[in-house]
């Protein structure tokens, strides 16, 4: 057999005792085979591939079902999860009673049984997410593998032991300098958002290195925190890069997250559902087809009329606890304009700057939009905090509502 030229050995494998070896080649395409393979493919936004197949099927029941149909299905889910609320109301108590106050007050509004419920009901699997929700997530060592996301695992660049190690003579190098910067708006602008969590408990202080030592043990960390401007906001940012605790987190997850991208699919495929006189049709991800009428309620002009929102979840990570024992690795650094000096403070939520306060959060951000795709037929997506609802402009008021209610009845809003 002649081997092509510009062939490449891609594996030889010679027999033990023997003059005989076994050799794979890989041979080029030629430059017509390339484009005929090239026609094969299809471009990512023509297809559904990024949407889960539990959102397609919404869409479909939309259009098969109904606004009226959607409607009371909503109506009931709503009143079952409200007499579920008021049944666990004791056991929620419980719980809130049993939570250090500080941690407590943040937490006051979160419903962590009815969650836990309606998580259940819509199959998601995850089951740290009540450890977590409770307990605090974890700012170091290695991440849990979520089944909300694509197992993707990453090992940390040091272990939590040489950071530790290293404790000390990071803490006396980071309090050396201090938070101010050149721009006194931008210093108050961070202290002015300081205060604001102060107030409702997401940091606590603030205290000398003395009492740090004697709250958290010696090896505690500091990050500092800087300023961003954001357009006419200053968004405050602490630095665990610098403080090594981002370096001793691994990762468990691929963020799957589409943005602008799966906005457009999404919009697109809600279009396309309808492009053959009144029938309706959606392909999943298995080959299988849905197919059926639209529904009689529906006209072919107003089926073709989208609207779309975003939702953004207040405060987004300071909603979620740090687990106390990660606390050694959360204490922030800040300059306040008003004494003029750099103060220390325990934060008891994410900080917007720890590596694992993005996996965290998204686990609970993909849990809700999952329950109000599977249990209330909402048709949304999110981006860490942002959700983007798509509906039709007949029951763009009735979705919104829909979604709003949701986070509330959760204690998210």
């Given at each position: ?26 041979v ?86 009815l ?50 190690k ?6 006396k ?16 602008a ?66 799957d ?94 900080p ?32 860490f905090d ?9 029951e ?18």
């Amino acid at each position: 057999l002649a081997v092509p030229r510009h062939a490449i050995i891609l594996d030889i494998h010679v027999k033990e005792g023997s003059d005989v070896a076994d050799v794979s080649f890989g041979v080029y395409h030629s430059h017509q085979e390339f484009l005929e393979e090239a026609f094969k493919l299809s471009h990512p936004f023509d297809g559904t591939a990024s949407l889960q197949d539990d959102l397609l099927e919404v869409v479909f029941e939309h259009l098969t079902e109904g606004m009226e149909f959607i409607g009371q299905k909503r109506e009931l889910v709503f009143a079952h999860y409200e007499a579920r609320r008021a049944a666990l109301e004791v056991e929620e108590l419980r719980i809130h009673e049993q939570m250090r106050p500080e941690r407590e007050k943040i937490m006051r509004e979160k419903r962590f049984l009815l969650f836990f419920e309606m998580c259940e009901d819509a199959g998601i699997k995850d089951t740290q997410l009540r450890q977590d929700y409770i307990s605090g997530g974890a700012l170091v060592g290695k991440a849990y593998e979520s089944p909300l996301f694509e197992a993707k695992h990453a090992d940390a660049r040091m272990s939590v032991e040489q950071v530790m190690k290293s404790a000390k003579w990071l803490q006396k190098v980071a309090m050396a300098s201090t938070c101010k910067s050149k721009d006194p708006e931008v210093d108050a602008a961070v202290w002015a958002e300081t205060k604001n969590e102060i107030q409702n408990g997401s940091l606590t202080g603030p205290f000398s290195p003395a009492q740090l030592k004697s709250k958290l043990g010696p090896l505690f960390l500091v990050s500092k925190r800087f300023g961003v401007k954001q357009g006419e906001r200053t968004r405050p940012i602490d630095d665990l890069a610098a403080s090594l605790v981002n370096a001793c987190f691994a990762k468990a997850n691929h963020l799957d997250l589409g943005g602008v991208d799966e906005v457009a699919i999404l919009a697109r495929t809600m279009l396309e559902a309808l492009s053959n006189g009144r029938r309706v049709e959606l392909t999943l991800s298995s080959g299988r087809k849905l197919s059926g009428v639209l529904h009689s309620s529906w006209t072919e002009e107003a089926a073709r009329k989208l609207t779309g929102r975003t939702l953004d979840l207040a405060n987004a990570y300071k909603q979620l606890l740090v687990s106390l024992a990660s606390q050694w690795a959360a204490v922030i650094m800040v300059f306040n304009p008003e004494t003029g000096a750099d103060e220390l403070y325990v934060s008891q939520v994410l900080p917007f700057g720890a590596a694992s306060s993005v996996y965290i959060f998204n686990r609970y951000a993909r849990a809700i939009q999952r329950i109000g795709v599977r249990l209330l037929s909402l048709i949304w997506i999110h981006f860490f905090d942002d959700y983007a609802q798509l509906s039709w402009q007949a029951e763009v008021d009735k979705a919104q509502a829909t979604a709003e209610g949701l986070c509330d009845l959760l204690g998210w809003c």
